[in-house]
């Protein structure tokens, strides 16, 4: 059975906002969940713990970033990655939920 289970839903479960809320994600009305771009570790989205939650304004937080992936560390703390193109966001993706860890992007600016 696979580790990750995609999100498949319209709205995020109140537990995935408060993960998310930890390291304030949505700080801003512009930045938004891609759907088709959310997993969850656990039985069901309302019970997940650890979440991979990809949004749509990574400017914020790095120059010329188009995504944001947001995921959950080994101890438990929140990481985040900036990327800035689609294909390296799916091989980073990828990555993450088979290894663990995501990628560097070679298309990174500042």
Same mark, same amino acid.
């Given at each position: 059975m696979e580790k990750w289970k995609?999100? +498949?839903?319209k709205q995020l479960p109140?537990?995935?906002h408060n993960w998310a809320q930890e390291t304030d994600i949505?700080?801003? +009305?512009?930045?938004?969940w891609i759907k088709n771009y959310v997993w969850y !570790?656990? !039985?069901?989205? !309302?019970?997940a713990t650890d979440w991979i939650i990809v949004t749509d304004d990574g400017w914020y937080y790095k120059v010329m970033a188009e995504f944001m992936i947001w995921?959950?560390?080994? +101890?438990?703390t929140m990481g985040a990655q900036a990327i800035w193109t689609k294909k390296h966001l799916n091989k980073s993706l990828e990555n993450l939920?088979?290894?663990g860890k995501?990628?560097?992007d070679p298309d990174y600016q500042t």
């Amino acid at each position: 059975m696979e580790k990750w289970k995609k999100f +498949d839903g319209k709205q995020l479960p109140l537990n995935a906002h408060n993960w998310a809320q930890e390291t304030d994600i949505f700080r801003n +009305d512009s930045v938004h969940w891609i759907k088709n771009y959310v997993w969850y !570790e656990g !039985e069901t989205p !309302e019970t997940a713990t650890d979440w991979i939650i990809v949004t749509d304004d990574g400017w914020y937080y790095k120059v010329m970033a188009e995504f944001m992936i947001w995921y959950t560390l080994p +101890d438990g703390t929140m990481g985040a990655q900036a990327i800035w193109t689609k294909k390296h966001l799916n091989k980073s993706l990828e990555n993450l939920k088979t290894f663990g860890k995501t990628l560097p992007d070679p298309d990174y600016q500042t």
